[in-house]
């Protein structure tokens, strides 16, 4: 690890003291956000060069499976953020009383969403195994480092005191997660983190809720996953170096191909 990270815009800072400003959602998710890549970047970057710099301008667009992924890990992971939340009664957020609470207050959720993620949190907290992955841990625990040569955020959802790592998702078919897995690119967050907290990939592992019938999954990582993550990032860094560094002019770029 370096005690010193340059970061995208060209500024130089200390490592600790960067470390110590993760832990503002502000300046992890907007400032780290535009200046230190993430896997969530990567799979940007990997979409499209302009997807990523449209998003890193403008934010990205708030979906529902994005919403309800937050509130379950906000009620998991740190419950007393929950002071933080507005939660309206109405059966719509486009209802006006919906659209007025967010004129005055950052996080605002209905109650529906939060009967549903209590829901899920209820069925967490009742499996043994699910509860033995939490214990003996740290939980939102962020880090920032080098990889290849540029920096990279990142936050363990829970960070054993063992040394391994545990990422909490939710899903609709936890049967199937593998596919949700490989469409939704985990294998690079599963790459980063490994980087970003010196844990080997056969101890991170991945704790999935089924949001339908709450049945819940862990799933392991093969080396083939990991690899797969590696060469992904990899990727996604050529891109970032080619297009976004380089200041190409992003409007003049096409795909090419024949039919």
């Not at 060069?49 to 934010?59: C, F, S, W």
């Not at 049945?215 to 590696?230: A, H, P, T």
Request: proline share 2%; glycine share 4%.
């Amino acid at each position: 690890m370096t005690n010193s990270i340059k970061l995208l815009d060209g500024n130089y800072v200390e490592r600790q003291e960067v470390l110590d400003n993760m832990y503002s959602d502000d300046y992890y998710y907007n400032y780290l956000g535009k200046n230190a890549l993430s896997s969530s970047s990567i799979k940007l970057l990997l979409d499209s060069a302009k997807t990523y710099l449209y998003v890193t301008k403008y934010g990205q667009k708030e979906t529902q499976p994005l919403r309800d992924g937050h509130l379950f890990h906000t009620m998991v992971l740190e419950p007393d953020k929950l002071n933080d939340i507005v939660f309206v009664d109405v059966q719509s957020k486009n209802t006006n009383k919906y659209k007025e609470a967010k004129k005055f207050h950052d996080q605002v959720f209905t109650i529906k969403e939060k009967n549903d993620a209590e829901r899920l949190c209820d069925a967490l907290f009742k499996n043994e195994t699910a509860l033995s992955m939490l214990n003996s841990s740290k939980f939102e625990v962020p880090m920032i480092d080098n990889i290849n040569g540029y920096p990279f955020r990142g936050k363990a959802d829970v960070l054993k005191n063992s040394g391994g790592i545990v990422d909490l998702k939710t899903t609709i078919d936890v049967k199937n997660f593998y596919k949700s897995a490989d469409a939704y690119r985990y294998y690079n967050q599963v790459y980063i983190y490994c980087q970003l907290f010196n844990v080997d990939y056969k101890d991170f592992r991945f704790l999935c809720i089924d949001k339908k019938n709450l049945d819940i999954g862990v799933w392991e990582c093969s080396e083939n996953f990991y690899l797969k993550g590696e060469a992904s990032v990899m990727a996604g860094i050529e891109i970032y170096r080619d297009f976004i560094e380089a200041d190409y002019d992003i409007d003049q770029y096409i795909i090419k191909g024949t039919l």
